[in-house]
């Protein structure tokens, strides 16, 4: 029998039997983890698309922080859609329009149109997962749903350690341009499937109500405050523009957090938050999201920038955190329905911690495996705490609440994943900078190992037969090289070391959630 009181799902039962939860997962999924995909398959085409566009990382990195962004704010958009137009229409006409995107990026002339392919395709992803996560949920029963969060987290968490992966060989065997085209098989499975098992809804000219204020104050916020963090080192921190910016953010997201307080249909239900165990679970989302992303997004650049690798190479070093992962989250799904929650999730928050520090030790001579094994210590932390999350995190709301309970999370989760993206990006750029400034102050006169240097270049240039009037700018060409090298490898460890410190601040949260345990839960 079905587990939930639904008569679409209950027709859906009716027609394909106890397997129906497995088929419907199983295609829920597939287009879940083709946008996932997606999202982390470019990030192995930064240092491509910086050169095809003759733009610096704070531009090409929009590539992946806009469709981060996009998919945050239509997170919110999911209940209402739902509301409106049914699971199955929903699911189709998000995989139709992430296609779309898919082709204006592949074909896109200059980075704006690049931008807008991935806003349309995070636009898409905002709308199916937290769709994917409420119909997961409500085709198993009450006392599987650990083992249902757990399936699920498996396929959002899993797609992004071998994104990079397929990103690398499209690029390395193709194009840049082809990991927009990578995914598309994936996608039109998951719309066939979406069709024939996404339950339907008969179609009604009275559209449910919608707070568009609530939602144009949401989009307008994240739109500002990530302007303000991707561009502020551009711009100038103190420029009226980005002061500019940054008011007009925190307005709306004020503004915003109190019209949801009183709005008949809110966007984000925040009185969800008055549960301590799930706020804090939802800061523990935010922390989890920015960690996932941001080291999904760092170390592929930092080892094609740093140590040289090969776009397939960077995005291999992190395929076998996602066997660990396939093994690991399976098993944790089933032990979230017997383990106190609080337990792995503190110890997630410790393990994440330590492989960020241990990354904030790489150079250039870091071996390939020491940083495989290093990304795998930190996806077993994610194994460990995704499903007790999820589960306390929809354990936490009423049944009748699980579609808001699903889309916060998920919109916390990637809200993380996008700050994540933009604020590791601008850390490396402003740390690299300063440190570029302090070697160059160093390079003197009274420098003996650094004249050393450009003695050994200048006779080597002289070797190799180069005019003497170049040999000079040729050997301080090559010093300012070194030096931009070796700031930028500091840069990335600070940007590590930062995720590491980010990481101990998260056990705050957990902490709450382990005194908070004992309550009964609302929605169980």
């Known amino acids: 029998m079905p587990p939930a009181a639904n008569p679409a799902i209950d027709a859906m039962f009716a027609r394909f039997g106890p397997s129906y939860r497995w088929l419907v997962t199983v295609g829920g999924l597939m287009g879940s983890m083709s946008m996932v995909l997606s999202a982390t398959m470019v990030n192995v085409a930064v240092p491509s698309i910086m050169g095809a566009f003759g733009v610096g990382q704070d531009l090409a990195q929009w590539a992946a922080t806009a469709f981060l962004t996009t998919m945050v704010a239509s997170q919110l958009l999911n209940a209402w859609m739902v509301g409106a137009f049914g699971q199955r229409g929903v699911f189709c006409f998000a995989l139709t329009v992430f296609t779309a995107g898919a082709f204006i990026g592949a074909t896109s002339t200059t980075i704006e149109m690049?931008?807008?392919?991935?806003?349309?395709?995070?636009?898409?992803?905002?709308?199916?997962?937290?769709?994917?996560?409420?119909?997961?949920?409500?085709?198993?029963?009450?006392?599987?749903?650990?083992?249902?969060?757990?399936?699920?987290?498996?396929?959002?968490?899993?797609?992004?350690?071998?994104?990079?992966?397929?990103?690398?060989?499209?690029?390395?065997?193709?194009?840049?341009?082809?990991?927009?085209?990578?995914?598309?098989?994936?996608?039109?499975?998951?719309?066939?499937?979406?069709?024939?098992?996404?339950?339907?809804?008969?179609?009604?000219?009275?559209?449910?109500?919608?707070?568009?204020?609530?939602?144009?104050?949401?989009?307008?916020?994240?739109?500002?405050?990530?302007?303000?963090?991707?561009?502020?080192?551009?711009?100038?921190?103190?420029?009226?523009?980005?002061?500019?910016?940054?008011?007009?953010?925190?307005?709306?997201?004020?503004?915003?957090?109190?019209?949801?307080?009183?709005?008949?249909?809110?966007?984000?239900?925040?009185?969800?938050?008055?549960?301590?165990?799930?706020?804090?679970?939802?800061?523990?989302?935010?922390?989890?999201?920015?960690?996932?992303?941001?080291?999904?997004?760092?170390?592929?650049?930092?080892?094609?920038?740093?140590?040289?690798?090969?776009?397939?190479?960077?995005?291999?070093?992190?395929?076998?955190?996602?066997?660990?992962?396939?093994?690991?989250?399976?098993?944790?799904?089933?032990?979230?329905?017997?383990?106190?929650?609080?337990?792995?999730?503190?110890?997630?928050?410790?393990?994440?911690?330590?492989?960020?520090?241990?990354?904030?030790?790489?150079?250039?001579?870091?071996?390939?495996?020491?940083?495989?094994?290093?990304?795998?210590?930190?996806?077993?932390?994610?194994?460990?705490?995704?499903?007790?999350?999820?589960?306390?995190?929809?354990?936490?709301?009423?049944?009748?609440?699980?579609?808001?309970?699903?889309g916060t999370y998920n919109f916390m989760r990637q809200m993380g994943g996008a700050f994540g993206v933009n604020v590791t990006a601008l850390s490396i750029e402003m740390r690299t900078a300063h440190h570029a400034d302090l070697l160059t102050a160093t390079q003197t006169s009274a420098n003996t190992e650094s004249l050393e240097v450009l003695d050994k270049i200048a006779a080597l240039l002289h070797q190799g037969g180069i005019p003497r009037s170049a040999i000079d700018s040729g050997a301080l060409d090559y010093l300012g090289e070194v030096i931009y090298a070796q700031a930028l490898t500091l840069g990335f460890q600070d940007s590590f070391f930062q995720i590491c410190f980010a990481f101990f601040v998260a056990l705050i949260p957990a902490w709450i959630l382990s005194r908070s345990a004992a309550r009964p839960a609302s929605g169980a």
């Not at 339907?200 to 144009?216: E, R, V």
């Not at 094994?373 to 499903?387: C, F, K, Q």
């Open 114 to 406: 690049l931008i807008a392919g991935r806003i349309l395709q995070g636009f898409a992803a905002g709308l199916i997962q937290p769709l994917v996560l409420a119909t997961v949920v409500a085709v198993f029963p009450a006392e599987r749903r650990g083992f249902a969060v757990g399936v699920y987290g498996m396929g959002v968490t899993l797609a992004p350690s071998f994104g990079p992966f397929l990103g690398g060989l499209a690029i390395d065997a193709f194009t840049w341009r082809h990991i927009f085209i990578a995914p598309l098989p994936l996608v039109v499975f998951a719309f066939v499937m979406g069709l024939v098992l996404m339950p339907p809804k008969k179609l009604s000219w009275k559209l449910p109500a919608f707070n568009w204020t609530g939602y144009i104050l949401v989009a307008l916020a994240l739109m500002c405050i990530m302007s303000v963090i991707g561009n502020g080192q551009r711009w100038g921190w103190t420029s009226d523009r980005t002061l500019g910016f940054l008011a007009v953010g925190v307005v709306a997201a004020v503004t915003f957090v109190v019209s949801q307080l009183h709005a008949r249909n809110p966007l984000l239900d925040v009185t969800l938050f008055l549960d301590a165990r799930f706020t804090s679970a939802m800061f523990i989302a935010f922390a989890f999201g920015a960690g996932n992303f941001a080291t999904n997004y760092a170390v592929p650049v930092f080892v094609q920038t740093v140590q040289g690798f090969t776009p397939t190479l960077a995005g291999l070093v992190i395929v076998p955190a996602g066997i660990l992962l396939i093994s690991l989250i399976p098993l944790s799904g089933r032990l979230a329905d017997t383990v106190p929650s609080h337990y792995p999730i503190m110890a997630g928050c410790v393990i994440f911690s330590v492989a960020a520090y241990l990354l904030s030790d790489s150079d250039v001579g870091t071996a390939f495996w020491t940083i495989a094994a290093v990304t795998m210590l930190s996806r077993s932390a994610i194994g460990m705490v995704m499903p007790n999350l999820g589960k306390v995190a929809m354990s936490s709301v009423h049944p009748d609440k699980l579609n808001s309970g699903a």
